[in-house]
T-cell receptor, first 115, second 109 residues
């Protein structure tokens, strides 16, 4: 069964350092999402891509976060510099398209700890 | 006020009991309703997907939607220790998924 792949699974960094997360969506899925899930809360959308274009990045803290999906396949989310409040699980999801009826499939996530 | 409200629990039940989970929402534009299950340190996995008021059954799981009351529920019958997880409700109107905070469920053997 096809799955969304993410790496690394865990990342510990010190504040002010740069971190990067990678996501490989299910093959053929045009839509890719990055979510942040703080402990005890539900995931919140950071950015959504349709192919290589950003559809929604309204909740992405653009002063320190960036995301790209250059060839419309895999994607990288970067934080620079990391802050203590960035400690969370970063989830990547993909769907066939961006229609309301399309199911989003989630990867295992990257757990970030900022010291 | 959050768009989606979900009691975080935790909820502890004996094996074989019925687990009842629910969420309320405020956005009338929500038309599609989902329940995700999330095991510790894993990503959410889709359990149930409904888009109309009423009940939908899948094995031991029943999802219920009441759009007039803006209230959705998930029932787990004959609960098993393997059902121990966090259950997230999620809903959307167009493409953006809004999640509840999740309810942590423990099924005791």
């Amino acid at each position: 069964e096809a799955e969304v792949a993410q790496s690394p699974r865990y990342k510990i960094t010190e504040k002010s350092q740069a971190v990067a997360f990678w996501c490989d969506p299910i093959s053929g899925h045009a839509t890719l999402y990055w979510y942040r899930q703080i402990l005890g809360q539900g995931p919140e959308l950071l950015v959504q891509f349709q192919d290589e274009s950003v559809v929604d990045d309204s909740q992405l803290p653009k002063d320190r976060f960036s995301a790209e999906r250059l060839k419309g396949v895999d994607s990288t989310l970067k934080i620079q510099p990391a802050e203590l409040g960035d400690s969370a699980m970063y989830l990547c999801a993909s769907s066939l398209r961006s229609f309301s009826t399309d199911t989003q499939y989630f990867g295992p996530g990257t757990r970030l700890t900022v010291l | 006020q959050k768009e989606v409200e979900q009691d975080p629990g935790p909820l502890s039940v004996p094996e074989g009991a019925i687990v009842s989970l629910n969420c309320t929402y405020s956005n009338s534009a929500f038309q599609y309703f989902m329940w995700y299950r999330q095991y510790s340190r894993k990503g959410p996995e889709l359990l149930m997907y409904t888009y109309s008021s009423g009940n939908k059954e899948d094995g031991r799981f029943t999802a219920q939607v009441d759009k007039s009351s803006k209230y959705i529920s998930l029932f787990i019958r004959d609960s098993q220790p393997s059902d121990s997880a966090t259950y997230l409700c999620a809903m959307k109107g167009d493409y953006k998924l809004s999640f509840g905070a999740g309810t942590t469920v423990t099924v005791r053997a």
